[in-house]
């Protein structure tokens, strides 16, 4: 095939929405892609993490799908366009980059010469343009993994000042919560549980943001050092002869030891 361009794209998608076009594209919606969209990103973080660049390409083909589909769908309902898409993006990107892109005076605003200020003044423009709020939390999003939605409203309510002094005021908040998590366990509460096993998890996040680590990928981090042990564990077991599964947990654990150090901090 020759050179393709996004317009090729738009096309293709158009002639598959269209009369004599996919059935099943057809039949779709905003609601019923709304996984398939969440999948494609969660595939893109996963080819991200990977460090490989051909499956990034892929995957980044098919988040494009997605945002190219839901257009199209819109597009169909008279909402609006990918063209109305991608001026909204592109006059967004220039409005929240005064110290880039000239105003309509043709001034570039000086001084943002930091990622800090840059943010910040992103931050402060953001702001502006949501207009009057009746809550500093307004339009936080909710259909986010739970990690990324508790840094987004611990970042926002401490624009208030209503947060801990330090990371240590809030290490000793964690062995608070962890100390009512344990009553809990001990009683037997499952109710109970649940609620502290939450708050244990929010203020472990508030520590992170603290020291400037973010949650979501210190997890995302350890859940994938996680299984490079446990592999390691399984490969170890079967060099003796064994399956894991069929190991006693002392011995489990023993390998658990041998696969850390043979992995090192890793």
Known sequence: MGETSFD???????????????????????????????????????????????RLRDELGDLLLQVVF?????????RFTIEDVISGIRDKLVRRHPHVFP?????????????????????????????E??????????????????????????QTGFEWPDARSALVKVDEEL??????????????VHEEVGDVLMTTVKVAAFVGVDAEQALRDTCAKFI??????????????????QMSLPDLEGLWREAKERAGSG
């Open 103 to 131: 105003d309509a005076q043709g001034r570039i605003a000086e001084g943002i010469d930091t990622p800090h200020k840059v943010k910040q003044r992103w931050e402060e423009i953001k702001k502006s343009e949501r207009g």
């Open 133 to 158: 709020q009746t809550s500093v939390l307004d339009g936080v999003v909710s259909a986010v993994p739970a990690l990324m939605w508790a840094q987004e409203i611990y970042r926002r309510v401490s």
């Open 70 to 78: 839901h257009a199209r769908i819109a597009e169909e309902a008279g």
């Open 228 to 245: 490079r042990r446990f592999r390691s564990m399984e490969n170890l077991a079967a060099q003796r002869g064994h399956r894991v599964e």
């Open 179 to 192: 100390r009512e998590l344990t009553e809990a366990v001990e009683r037997h509460d499952a109710s109970a």
């Open 8 to 54: 090729d794209l738009v096309r293709v998608m158009a002639a598959l929405r269209g009369p004599g076009g996919c059935p099943w594209d057809r039949q779709q919606t905003h609601e019923s892609l709304r996984p398939y969209l969440l999948e494609e990103a969660y595939e893109v973080l996963d080819a991200v993490d990977a460090q490989d660049p051909q």
